[in-house]
């Protein structure tokens, strides 16, 4: 079976020559396999199409994919958006009592599928210009668990409440104060009862538009959780939030399940979703063209399938080298000259003060930086990167900088190229920058687009090569994981650590997620205190010690898996918990 898809996003047809048309063997010999459609972007008769492949490689901008799938696949067509466009074949199940984990990369349909099981889709099967009626649909899935659970769904049998995707638009969609908003969902918990349960009581007067974004995050689930539902959707919830919140996030989340409701959780952090999740359903696929669901797994299973990248059952590799994670962490001490250091630094702004005890980078390091939200670890970058000035102490070293802030600006005028040429043109035209950034963090696709366009996913992407084009002694890269799929955190960790071991130089990278954490550090910053009010931070320390300090203060500890050497979160509780606990081992017993 042979899919064509028109990646419109990436289509320009007024800047290019309609390669695709004059260059298609079959056009040449009179037959029309490739037409203009409406909008002037081309439409390919996938019936025609002999997949050479040869519009694919003349495309300027890389819009088109012609992809041979299993003809057995055919049969399990779910949905398809459109001629040339985005076709979904099979769905997870949920299960009553459990939490199902869906793990995937962006754009492969991972929300669509929700948007199904929520009954806010009716899947089309592939038939997008005539449609079905939901009973023509379900008689597809007849005695099948999915033809029971939708049939429930559709009758009204079943109530569903989903957490979205983007809480940043809630400000957009949702006016009135917080307060206002949990108002009309309260059902299993009063406003006050989930304020205190969620950390909301200091903002429940204050306007949605007025929210940080890990505070619209925690209200997003809040208000999900406070519904009397039966099924449970959370589509990423650990976006903005802190580990610790993380936690919190998904102990709460294991009370539904515990209270008998089905749950299914989209979730890019693989430890938490480790920790999380019972069963998990993987997706595979090309982005923009089509996805594939696969049987649910045990979830240990899933993600060290995933993590390998091979599908036994199916005879599919979708990933083309496996992800490892170390043995161990880094033990030895980094004997490399000083680059800079800091001496007893503090700032004071009122309301929120911090204070950094004394430590030193070296060159060749990378420095993790974790701690909750509001502890001052973006304060500490700007001060390392001199747009800060500390009231007392010294930071030492006289040092070219380069930063990626935090938040990303999208108001930029140009292409990706031109944004990032502007940056350092030598750099980024190097063969070095080409294989160990451009490659590995898929910006080949994305050199036309203009800035203004860009996904949050493509925008930090983009923002993480800016930051690394320049010729500088120390990165410091805020929150590069932020938007990323799972996928794409370990290609970013594996970029960054690739280039500060290649260039000799060093970094500081602040992160909540363990898994990123891991894969780039040499050591550890951590920051703690009460959060918006007082920030203090020690380190750098090695690995092992910083990890057993953060840990502690989260309350869990981790274990390598055997297989993959991945950190994974113990049970609370547990005898390996317990023991570790006792033996002060909170990062892995040492190998």
């Not at 959060?531 to 380190?539: C, E, L, N, S």
């Amino acid at each position: 079976m042979r899919i064509a898809a028109v990646l419109a996003d990436r289509c320009q047809n007024k800047k290019c020559f309609n390669e695709c048309i004059r260059f298609c063997p079959l056009m040449r010999t009179g037959v029309n396999c490739i037409e203009t459609g409406e909008r002037g972007k081309p439409v390919i008769n996938e019936a025609l199409c002999q997949g050479c492949g040869i519009c694919v490689n003349k495309c300027p901008f890389t819009a088109i994919k012609i992809i041979g799938l299993a003809d057995e696949l055919k049969e399990d067509m779910i949905h398809q958006y459109g001629e040339n466009s985005f076709r979904l074949y099979r769905l997870p199940v949920p299960k009553r009592g459990m939490i199902t984990g869906i793990l995937g990369p962006n754009g492969i349909g991972k929300t669509t599928a929700i948007n199904i099981l929520s009954g806010l889709v009716v899947p089309n099967l592939g038939h997008y210009d005539d449609p079905p009626t939901k009973e023509e649909a379900l008689n597809t899935f007849g005695g099948t668990d999915l033809h029971e659970y939708l049939s429930n769904v559709y009758a009204g049998k079943i109530r569903t409440a989903m957490k979205p995707q983007y809480v940043d638009r809630l400000p957009k969609s949702v006016k009135g104060v917080v307060r206002d908003l949990l108002g009309k969902v309260e059902e299993r918990m009063s406003v006050e009862k989930a304020a205190e349960t969620f950390g909301l009581t200091g903002v429940l007067d204050r306007g949605l538009d007025k929210l940080s974004g890990g505070e619209l995050q925690r209200v997003a689930i809040a208000a999900t959780v406070m519904k009397d539902a039966d099924v449970y959707f959370f589509d990423e919830p650990t976006s903005y939030l802190d580990i610790y919140q993380r936690v919190k996030m998904a102990r709460l989340i294991k009370q539904l399940a515990a209270a008998d409701k089905y749950v299914v959780v989209i979730e890019h952090d693989l430890a938490i979703l480790d920790y999380l999740a019972d069963n998990v359903s993987l997706v595979y696929g090309s982005e923009g063209a089509y996805g594939v669901f696969t049987l649910a797994r045990q979830v240990r299973t899933a993600i060290n399938v995933y993590l390998d990248g091979y599908l036994p059952e199916e005879n599919i590799r979708f990933r083309d080298q496996p992800i490892k994670f170390a043995v161990s962490a880094p033990a030895g001490e980094w004997n490399t000259p000083e680059l800079i250091d800091f001496e007893n630094v503090s700032k004071d702004f009122g309301e929120f003060k911090l204070e950094v005890h004394s430590g030193t980078v070296r060159i060749g390091e990378s420095v993790g930086v974790v701690g909750p939200n509001a502890t001052g670890k973006t304060t500490f970058v700007k001060m390392l990167a001199g747009e800060i000035k500390p009231d007392t102490g010294t930071v030492n070293g006289v040092m070219k900088v380069s930063c990626k802030p935090q938040y990303i600006s999208q108001d930029i005028d140009g292409t990706v190229q031109e944004y990032l040429y502007a940056r350092n043109y030598e750099a980024v035209s190097s063969g070095l920058f080409q294989t160990q950034v451009i490659g590995p963090l898929a910006l080949k696709f994305l050199m036309e687009k203009e800035m203004r366009t860009l996904s949050g996913g493509e925008l930090q992407r983009v923002a993480i090569a800016w930051c690394l084009a320049a010729d500088a002694d120390i990165y410091l890269l805020d929150e590069p994981s932020a938007y990323l799929d799972s996928n794409q955190r370990m290609e970013a960790a594996k970029c960054i650590s690739g280039m500060m071991e290649k260039s000799g130089r060093s970094a500081l990278i602040v992160d909540h997620d363990i898994y990123f954490i891991d894969m780039v550090s040499d050591s550890l910053m951590v920051f703690g205190g009460e959060p918006g009010r007082h920030g203090i931070a020690d380190g750098p320390f090695k690995m092992r010690e910083g990890m057993n300090k953060f840990l502690k203060s989260v309350d869990i500890t981790f274990r390598r898996d055997a297989d993959t050497h991945r950190p994974r979160i113990n049970k609370e509780g547990s005898n390996l918990d317990r023991s570790q606990k006792a033996d002060g081992e909170y990062y892995y017993a040492s190998q």
